[in-house]
Structures are given as structure tokens and as C-alpha cells.
């Protein structure tokens, strides 16, 4: 059965029990070019855990781009960034739907069959999957909708076409059930800004107007603006969410799933709670993750004793512990206005900063805030260190030439658990933290940039104790960022009319709240924001005060910085140096040599790095050595020039008068790093390569026997004679 609905100005065709039929969910979506098909599946038995056991995948398939997998593996195998990244998405803003109790594990695979390079694939993805989820046997109450918000000319507009998010100044993905929000994901794009000036003259001449050179505009939004694009977001949610209802209520499946009790174990809830509850009190103002397990499994074993607790396991009493823990902080926060540390609402904890701490680094931080502690490493390198992106709706690989990389080893949390690769948490972590930092990269600086996070602690923030070591540890490598960025960390409690906001949430506010609302920006606005929901949804109210109460986080953070800022020691000794210069494009050519051979030579005498463009002649050299690297250009000045005059040679000078083995005596014209010009007869020069004299000491002007050892390319190459 098809269905064709106009929602959001786009056009979305479903078919539904057309494939997959055998999942407990499934549909084929298209919007215009594109092909979607989404599945969800569940097991019949539950687990036994406490936790929603969903998994997301979303895979691009490279046939619908009309191309084969590159490398040796001609089909597509792990997940790429980009494809993690669009998975958490669709997990963040659907797992909120799920009921409590539900413990069954499921998965819901998005595949993308067909791409039209015009096409949102997140925000298509997303309500693909949601109306697939929709219509199984899952209970889930209404559907959800996904929706993008760019921001041209001053205005906002309602999904931007992937040509018109190119010229936008705001990149906004939001999704949500009705009118209440689960997900946000919210990015300011830089560009570049042209200031008119008016220059005036005397004697009542018109005034001129002159345009100077354009300067980048980091483009953050104020807290105003942010609500009004939320607040057309939500709109545009609550139709497609209403539309997504109507239509496809009808074909839910009605197959009751039991659920589990929010309390399993309601004697052992009762008689802990009356016996143990100062006990448990005690054991929240344990700040560490690792400290406080520890002081609830004392209290397990203690109650283990007890003739009571005969007929009772190790793990119903834990999570019977777990649970109360969790009612005493959310209490607490809401009736006293007190956490579990003693700050309060609005409080930010203590912060220090060191910088350059690295002696043979770029550029360093270590950032702590509480007992969360980001190790923040810059490093620069030249453009052949960018990272190339083989996106499905780009014809050609996207080269990202500033990185940030989150790593969160489990020595962090107290925890002895293998370093592996990234998990998706990690690259999530890392795109927020580069989504924060780059509108205040200038776009033309000429190095590549890499920053790395290393989590050494954490307890809470650990993504925004990145921003804010990341926005110095660029400062500490030398990059004139347009601004300090940092980031605060917002958690949200609510129990039917009682809601508290609070400031720099640690972990166990996050773990027991009901929302991680992350904020980034620098004094005049927000750069990055991402909001989760774990159960509901937040409406603009609760949304304004989080984001005026991130506002003043934010920016007593950014003093801090300031002040650290300030002290920063650039060690301009270890930091790379670039050379740039412009050639005749016609002789690139010339410096790549045969195969690449004589580029591979200049490398490797000089230690150096060296890029080069073709259509404009741009040649980049970059080392940590100065010297070396305007030798490397000297070098190649002089092969496009002997390059140059060989070639008019060839064209001007007849060379048939010369033979292999012809002995001449000449002088010797120039002497260039790779070898010695002797004149030979009618104004016309043989090279000895440098490899060949380097062991005497010639000079210009020299008299010395030559034979003639190679003619090629209008080039005349001699040995001396023995």
C-alpha cells in the first residue's frame, strides 16, 4: 500500500507491506531521487537488565550513488563516521519514545537504496524510521518527526536543500513528537562578512563608499534566535508528527508487549528504604563513579547478612539501591534545591587551567572542572594531512582540514576495561566538540589542524571540558582563533510540575536526570548546542530557562579562560612553518618529476612537506625549519627556471651539433643546489649533477673538460672526464 504526503515542503512516498514484511516493522520511503528502506525488529524475550536494549544502523549503500567501494574490499564493510553519526541521531531522538519497562532488544536498521544529491538523507532517514518503528507492534504513542533549519540572508528556512545549507549561516536538526521536543543538534557555519565604510570629503563632494577585506563572521546565535528557529522547528514537528498519526494509525499493529514494573522488587524497596536510607544518602556524596559503586556494594553485602534477606540476590538488592539513590537526588534537587556535591542550581565547579604542559607538542591544555579533567592536544600539518571524506551524495572526496578526536579510556571512570577503537559515543563527543570550534578557525589559515581529547578524568561534562581545553589548546598552538569557545553541560529534572535546570551537571545528575542539554559558544552567542531527552519531551519554557541558565555558565566560564589565555607561551621553536609562493602552473610538471621522483627527492633532502596545486600554481612548502624550507624553495625555483631556459633552448638553439661522448673544456656558468652549469659552445650549457662534483670544490668561473652524457628534452647533462 502506497501513501503520498506533502509535509515540510517536501513530497514523501511510503510503501508499506510491500518488502520486509517479515519485520515487525517496515517501510519504503522516497523523496524525489531517493530511496530509503527502514526496519524494525524485536526479539520476543526480554531481558533481564535494567536498560533499553536498542540498537541503530544506519548504512549507506554506495549503489545508490552509482559507485563501487573504494580500497581493496569492493563492498561496504564497518560503518563510517558519517554513517555513526546519523545512527546516533535516529537513536537519540527515537529511544525517549519507548515506554518504561520495556526491556525487549530490538533494532532498527535505515539503508539507503537511492540518494538524490538534493536530498537531507538525516532528516529523511529519521522519519523513515520513525513511522517504521510507528507502525509495529512496539507501543509507541505517536510518531516522530525530524526537521532541519538553515538560516540565509537573516531568515530561517524550513529544510534547506543540501545546495542551500551550503550558503547558510546555521545548520539546525530537530525532532520531536507533537509539540515537545526529544533531540536537538544545532551548529553556526562561518562566512565570510564584508563591511561597507563611508569616507567623506570636504567641500561638499559626495560621500564614497569603499568595501575592505572581507573578514569571517563565526555567525553565533543569541538566545532569542535560538528559540525563534526552535519555535518554527516545533511547528513544522507538530504537523509532520500529526500527518505521520493520521495516516498511519490504521495500519499499527496491535500485539500487547508486557512491560516491566518500575519496581520489581517491592519488598526489598520497602525495608532498604526504611533501614538504609541515611545509609544511601551517605553513599551519594561519593563524587566518583568508581567510590560510590563501591559504597553501595558495602551496603549490599551488609544487607546480605540479615536474616531477612535469606531468599535474596546480590543484584535485586543493587538495583533496588540504584533506584532509591535515584529518588533521593531528584528529591532532593527539587524539594531542597540542594545536589549531591552541595552546589547549587546555578553553581559551576571549581575550574583550573594549564597550558603547553607538553613540551614537544603544538599546542596543550589540560582543562579540569571538578573531577573532570581533558587532556586537549593541538597539532598542525600541511594539506596532505586533511582528511579526505568519501560522502554519498559528493562526486569527490571532501577534504576536512580540522579534526577533533575524543578518546574516553576507562582508567577515567575507574574502570579496567580495554582502549579499543572509537565507540560511537567517542566520535559523537568529538563531532559536538569540532560542531563548537570550528566557526572560530579562520577558513583561510594555511595548516591543517588536529586536536585531540584525552579524558584523564571524568565525571560528568567531559565533552564540554573538551570544548573549553580545545579552544585553548589552539590558542596555546599558535592559532589567532577569531574567539574563545567554551561549554557547559545543562541537566533538567522534572516530576509533574516540579522542574529544576541545573549548571554543569556531574554524572550522577546525568545518569539519574531527565535531560543533557550541552551549550557552546563564545561571549556574543552559541556556536553548538545538543540537547537529549531520556523520557518526554521539553517544551520553549523549560527550554528558555536552560539556555539563559547556560547563557551565565558560559560566560564565567569564558573569564576563567580569558585569564588563562593571556598567560599562554607560544613555543614558536617546534611549531611548523609554511612557505608559499606561485609558479607558472605549466611547470607543477616539472617539480613532480618522473613518477613523482623528483618531488619525492626535494622531500627527503630537505625534510620538508610540500603541496602543490595545479590550476593555480600554488606551491606550499611546510617544515619545522626554517632554513630547510627556503632552501626546498630555492631548489625549485631553480628547476622551473633551468626547466624554463632548457625549453627555450630546445626551441631556439640547435642541438644536432652535439653528440654523446663530445669532450668540451668550458667554464662554468652557475652553480645551483643540484649541480654545476658549464658552458659548452655557442652559448649553450651541460649539467653536472651536484652527485658528481660534490666532493670538489668548484666555483664559478672554473675552467673544466667535459663529455657530453645525455641529450634529452632540449637538456644537455655532462660528467667531467677522467
Not at 333 to 354: H, T
Not at 389 to 396: A, F, P, S, T
Request: aromatic share 6%.
Amino acid at each position: 500500500m502506497q501513501y503520498e504526503i506533502q509535509i515540510n515542503k517536501n513530497i514523501e512516498i511510503f510503501d508499506i507491506d510491500k518488502v520486509a514484511k517479515q519485520a515487525s516493522g517496515a517501510v519504503l520511503m522516497r523523496q524525489g531521487k531517493s530511496v530509503i528502506l527502514a526496519t524494525v525488529t524485536r526479539e520476543e524475550k526480554p531481558v533481564e537488565e535494567d536498560f533499553l536494549p536498542l540498537t541503530v544502523q544506519y548504512i549507506e549503500k554506495a549503489y545508490a550513488a552509482g559507485k563501487i567501494p573504494g580500497g581493496y574490499v569492493k563492498r561496504e564493510t564497518k560503518p563510517s563516521d558519517a554513517e555513526t553519526l546519523t545512527a546516533r541521531i535516529i537513536d537519540r531522538s527515537l529511544r525517549p519514545l519507548f515506554p518504561k519497562g520495556y526491556a525487549y532488544p530490538t533494532q532498527i536498521v535505515v539503508m539507503v537504496l537511492s540518494v538524490d544529491p538534493q536530498t537531507d538523507l538525516q532528516v529523511m532517514s529519521l522519519n523513515a524510521a520513525s513511522v517504521a518503528l510507528y507502525l509495529s507492534d512496539i507501543p509507541i504513542k505517536a510518531p516522530v518527526c525530524g526537521v532541519r533549519i538553515g538560516r540565509i540572508d537573516g531568515n530561517f528556512i524550513l529544510n534547506p536543500t543540501n545546495e542551500e545549507l551550503k550558503k547558510s549561516t546555521l545548520d539546525l536538526y530537530v525532532s520531536g513528537v507533537k509539540d515537545e521536543l526529544l533531540m536537538i543538534e544545532m551548529r553556526a557555519l562561518p562566512s565570510d562578512e564584508f563591511a561597507m565604510i563611508e569616507i567623506k570629503f570636504p567641500d561638499d563632494q559626495p560621500p564614497i563608499q569603499i568595501v575592505p577585506e572581507n573578514t569571517q563572521a563565526m555567525n553565533e546565535l543569541n538566545e532569542d534566535e535560538t528559540l525563534e528557529a526552535l519555535s518554527l522547528a516545533q511547528k513544522a514537528i507538530l504537523e509532520g508528527s500529526s500527518i505521520y498519526e493520521k495516516t498511519f494509525t490504521k495500519h499499527k499493529k496491535n500485539n500487547p508487549v508486557e512491560l516491566k514494573n518500575e519496581i520489581e522488587y517491592p519488598e526489598i524497596f520497602t525495608f532498604v528504604e526504611n533501614n538504609f536510607y541515611n545509609d544511601i544518602k551517605q553513599a551519594i556524596n561519593q563524587m566518583a563513579k568508581s567510590e560510590r559503586a563501591s559504597e553501595l556494594n558495602k551496603i549490599a553485602k551488609e544487607i546480605l547478612k540479615l536474616e531477612i534477606a535469606k531468599e535474596w540476590d546480590e543484584d535485586s538488592i543493587l538495583d533496588t539501591l540504584n533506584k532509591i539513590k535515584r529518588n533521593i537526588i531528584r528529591s532532593q534537587i527539587l524539594n531542597e534545591g540542594k545536589r549531591a556535591d552541595g552546589r547549587g542550581l546555578k553553581e559551576v565547579r571549581p575550574i583550573s587551567i594549564e597550558t603547553n604542559i607538553l613540551p614537544n607538542a603544538h599546542g596543550s591544555c589540560l582543562f579540569t572542572r571538578g573531577q573532570t579533567q581533558a587532556l586537549v592536544v593541538a597539532t598542525l600539518g600541511g594539506d596532505n594531512d586533511a582528511q579526505m571524506i568519501d560522502l554519498l551524495n559528493e562526486k569527490n572526496p571532501v577534504s576536512e582540514r580540522f579534526m577533533v578526536n575524543y578518546n574516553f579510556p576507562g582508567f577515567s571512570v575507574g574502570e579496567a576495561s580495554p582502549i579499543k577503537a572509537p565507540s560511537r559515543r567517542e566520535l559523537g563527543h568529538g563531532n559536538l566538540g569540532k560542531r563548537a570550534l570550528y566557526p572560530s578557525v579562520p577558513q583561510d589559515y594555511p595548516y591543517v589542524i588536529r586536536l585531540v581529547s584525552e579524558i584523564l578524568e571524568s565525571n560528568g561534562s567531559s565533552s564540554m571540558a573538551t570544548v573549553c581545553g580545545g579552544s585553548l589548546a589552539l590558542r596555546a598552538a599558535g592559532v589567532p582563533s577569531l574567539d574563545l569557545i567554551a561549554g557547559v553541560a545543562m541537566g533538567l529534572i522534572f516530576e509533574n510540575d516540579q522542574f529544576a535546570v541545573l549548571t554543569d551537571i556531574m554524572g550522577l545528575e546525568d545518569h539519574d536526570g531527565d535531560m543533557d542539554f550541552k551549550v557552546a559558544g563564545s561571549k556574543k552567542g552559541i556556536t553548538a548546542l545538543q540537547m537529549d531527552i531520556k523520557l518526554g519531551g521539553i517544551d520553549q519554557e523549560k527550554l528558555k530557562i536552560a539556555l539563559y541558565q547556560a547563557k551565565e555558565g558560559r560566560l564565567h566560564i569564558l573569564d576563567i579562560m580569558e585569564k588563562a589565555a593571556k598567560e599562554i607561551i607560544v613555543n614558536e621553536e617546534i611549531l611548523p612553518k609554511i612557505e608559499l609562493f606561485n609558479i607558472d602552473p605549466s611547470k607543477i610538471v616539472d617539480i613532480i618529476g618522473q613518477g613523482g621522483k623528483t618531488i619525492k627527492e626535494i622531500i627527503e633532502k630537505f625534510n620538508v612537506s610540500i603541496d602543490l596545486d595545479r590550476d593555480k600554481g600554488e606551491v606550499k612548502i611546510s617544515g619545522c625549519n626554517n632554513e630547510q624550507i627556503m632552501a626546498a624553495k630555492d631548489y625549485i625555483k631553480n628547476i622551473t627556471n633551468s626547466q624554463k631556459n632548457h625549453k627555450k633552448f630546445s626551441k631556439d638553439k640547435n642541438l644536432s651539433d652535439f653528440e654523446l661522448g663530445q669532450e668540451f673544456e668550458g667554464v662554468v656558468k652557475k652553480i645551483t643546489q643540484f649541480g654545476a652549469f658549464v658552458e659548452l659552445k655557442n652559448n649553450i650549457d651541460g649539467l653536472i649533477h651536484h652527485s658528481k662534483i660534490k666532493h670538489l670544490n668548484i666555483k664559478e668561473q672554473d675552467i673544466l673538460r667535459v663529455k657530453v652524457s645525455e641529450i634529452k628534452n632540449g637538456k644537455i647533462s655532462v660528467d667531467l672526464c677522467e
